[in-house]
């Protein structure tokens, strides 16, 4: 790409390239706009894998006012790594759509900020609940708070559902969760496995009314290690149109009854869950 003339930055590059899935402090957004008039954003990388038919994932397009969201969260990042500061009018065009009531928020995380601001923003979404609460994530080692919120969501009669893939990319991190989809279980929360492929969607929807798609996992790094970004919906059509991306992947699901190795672990497998989920923040 740099003998093509494109410029190309590693954000706080690693000396030991097989490490830079395991180590913290990642830009794990997912961000591309075009000409400050379009933006996307999701759980979609860009590698050939996640064009296969065995990967399940995401992403959204965004017009309108809401791309400068998207727009300031990379030209910051390329302010930290490169110390270029873009600030040419050019680059920020008057967004040129009808009027609509369709609110979006980006919102963005980082290990240095004040607050935890998307785990704030799900925390709250799922509090607020009063009918329903539909979560995607491939990766399911939650925070302390977030855990409560399901648990207590789930207590207080709201239709709280989790998917996860049947299958990760990471056998750690399969283990690890399975202890936390235990406690969510006995709390009443509705745990079903996406079967048909790699579910790495990362998306939330509740009461017909608010939703996010984004790239954050619901586990230990996202909330609390990694640079994310998360895009935030306050319209009806919008959750209407997640939460049937939400019941079309649960026909392809299985409910976590139905899953053995889950139902009839033996002592000394919920053991090892249990040592692997106390190491759960490091994974």
Same mark, same amino acid.
């Given at each position: +790409?740099?003998?093509?003339?494109?410029?190309?930055?590693?954000?706080?590059?690693?000396?030991?390239?097989?490490?830079?899935?395991?180590?913290?402090?990642?830009?794990?957004?997912?961000?591309?706009?075009? !000409?400050?008039?379009?933006?996307?954003?999701?759980?979609?990388?860009?590698?050939?894998?996640?064009?296969?038919?065995?990967?399940?994932?995401?992403? #959204?397009?965004?017009?309108?006012? $809401?791309?400068?969201?998207?727009?300031?969260?990379?030209?910051?990042?390329?302010?930290?790594?490169?110390?270029?500061?873009?600030?040419?009018?050019?680059?920020?065009?008057?967004?040129?759509?009808?009027?609509?009531?369709?609110?979006?928020?980006?919102?963005?995380?980082?290990?240095? !900020?004040?607050?935890?601001?998307?785990?704030?923003?799900?925390?709250?979404?799922?509090?607020?609940?009063?009918?329903?609460?539909? +979560?995607?994530?491939?990766?399911?080692?939650?925070?302390?708070?977030?855990?409560?919120?399901?648990?207590? @969501? @789930?207590?207080?009669?709201?239709?709280?559902?989790?998917?996860?893939?049947?299958?990760?990319?990471?056998?750690?991190?399969?283990? $690890?969760?399975?202890?936390?989809?235990?406690?969510?279980?006995? @709390?009443?929360?509705? #745990?079903?496995?996406?079967?048909?492929?790699?579910?790495?969607?990362?998306?939330?929807?509740?009461?017909?009314?608010?939703?996010?798609?984004?790239?954050?996992?619901?586990?230990?790094?996202?909330?609390?290690?990694?640079?994310?970004?998360? @895009?935030?919906?306050?319209?009806?059509?919008?959750?209407?149109?997640?939460?049937?991306?939400?019941?079309?992947?649960?026909?392809?699901?299985?409910?976590?009854?139905?899953?053995?190795?889950?139902?009839?672990?033996?002592?000394?497998?919920?053991?090892?869950?249990?040592?692997?989920?106390?190491?759960?923040?490091?994974?």
């Amino acid at each position: +790409m740099r003998e093509e003339g494109i410029e190309v930055q590693p954000f706080m590059p690693v000396r030991f390239p097989l490490l830079t899935s395991k180590v913290n402090y990642r830009n794990h957004r997912k961000i591309a706009v075009f !000409d400050g008039r379009v933006g996307f954003i999701g759980g979609m990388n860009i590698a050939r894998r996640y064009i296969s038919q065995k990967w399940r994932d995401t992403h #959204v397009k965004i017009t309108g006012a $809401a791309v400068y969201g998207l727009q300031r969260a990379f030209l910051l990042d390329w302010f930290l790594i490169d110390k270029t500061l873009i600030s040419n009018r050019a680059y920020y065009p008057t967004a040129k759509i009808n009027p609509n009531n369709q609110l979006i928020q980006i919102v963005t995380s980082n290990p240095t !900020d004040r607050w935890p601001e998307i785990e704030q923003g799900y925390i709250k979404i799922i509090l607020s609940a009063r009918q329903y609460v539909y +979560m995607q994530t491939p990766y399911f080692l939650p925070t302390e708070p977030i855990l409560f919120a399901l648990r207590t @969501a @789930a207590v207080s009669g709201v239709d709280v559902r989790l998917m996860l893939p049947l299958h990760t990319d990471t056998k750690l991190v399969e283990w $690890a969760s399975r202890s936390y989809v235990m406690d969510t279980v006995q @709390a009443g929360v509705k #745990v079903v496995f996406y079967k048909n492929g790699f579910n790495h969607s990362k998306l939330l929807v509740t009461d017909d009314s608010l939703s996010t798609v984004g790239s954050s996992n619901i586990d230990f790094r996202s909330f609390e290690n990694n640079f994310e970004a998360n @895009a935030f919906f306050y319209d009806e059509k919008i959750a209407l149109k997640i939460k049937h991306v939400f019941l079309e992947d649960e026909q392809n699901s299985i409910p976590l009854e139905h899953v053995r190795s889950l139902t009839d672990r033996s002592f000394l497998q919920r053991l090892w869950e249990s040592i692997v989920r106390l190491l759960s923040p490091l994974l």
